[in-house]
Antibody, heavy 117, light 106 residues
């Protein structure tokens, strides 16, 4: 059964770094790409970036300077790090599996992150 | 970066009514994908590769389009279809989402 689950701190202080983990089950990170997508409260979905099965990455140009995605294939974990957080980074953060022609066929439950002092 | 514009932003439909949601891309794309999201839940894959229904999606849903214009259609609105629908494209190894269409019951 394919599963993804996000974990991380619910509260981050402004200017600090956000670290999130996506733990996957039912598939290998050597065979599938994984995306990060976020959604501010009451707003739409924003694609953040992807880590390919090969380990390469691609980021949303608006976030590129602050964002880093990596993985530990042996632990079936994908990591998101984003620095210089501001209140507008308050959102639910999702990881999702990538399939052929770019659709995301499985999503995690989401991790709610609030940026506040 | 390709921008996706969905219309309408919000709409209400009566049970049994036909519903069409449109997604227009700023440049031509090869495929369009759609997701359904209900409050407090993660997005669900709904239609992929423009016209294929994800597992469990009722066949009153359909998807079509090409180039810069795509649509999601519900042949006969049902209560359970109330949700927000997002389109999403893939190009140049990046992804973008439309702004969403909130579908309510009239």
């Amino acid at each position: 059964q394919v599963q993804l689950k996000e974990s991380g701190p619910g509260l981050v202080q402004p200017s600090q770094t956000l670290s999130l983990t996506c733990t996957v089950a039912g598939f290998s990170l050597t065979s599938y790409n994984v995306h990060w997508v976020r959604q501010p409260p009451g707003k739409g979905l924003e694609w953040m970036g992807v880590i390919w099965n090969t380990g390469g990455t691609r980021y949303n140009s608006a976030l590129k300077s602050r964002l880093s995605i990596s993985k530990d294939t042996s632990k079936s974990q994908v990591f998101l790090k984003m620095n210089s957080l501001q209140t507008e980074d308050t959102a639910t953060y999702y990881c999702a599996r990538d399939r052929e022609f770019g659709h995301m066929d499985a999503w995690g439950q989401g991790a709610s992150v609030t940026v506040s002092s | 970066e390709i921008v996706l514009t969905q219309s309408p932003t919000t709409m209400a439909a009566s049970p049994g009514e036909k519903v069409t949601i449109t997604c227009r891309a700023s440049s031509s794309v090869s495929y369009m994908h759609w997701y359904q999201q209900k409050p407090g839940a993660s997005p669900k894959p709904w239609i992929y590769d423009t016209s294929k229904l994800a597992s469990g999606v009722p066949n009153r849903f359909s998807g079509s389009g090409s180039g810069t214009s795509y649509s999601l259609t519900i042949s006969s609105m049902e209560t359970e279809d109330t949700a927000t629908y997002y389109c999403q494209q893939w190009s140049s190894n990046s992804r973008t989402f439309g702004g969403g269409t909130k579908l309510e019951l009239k």
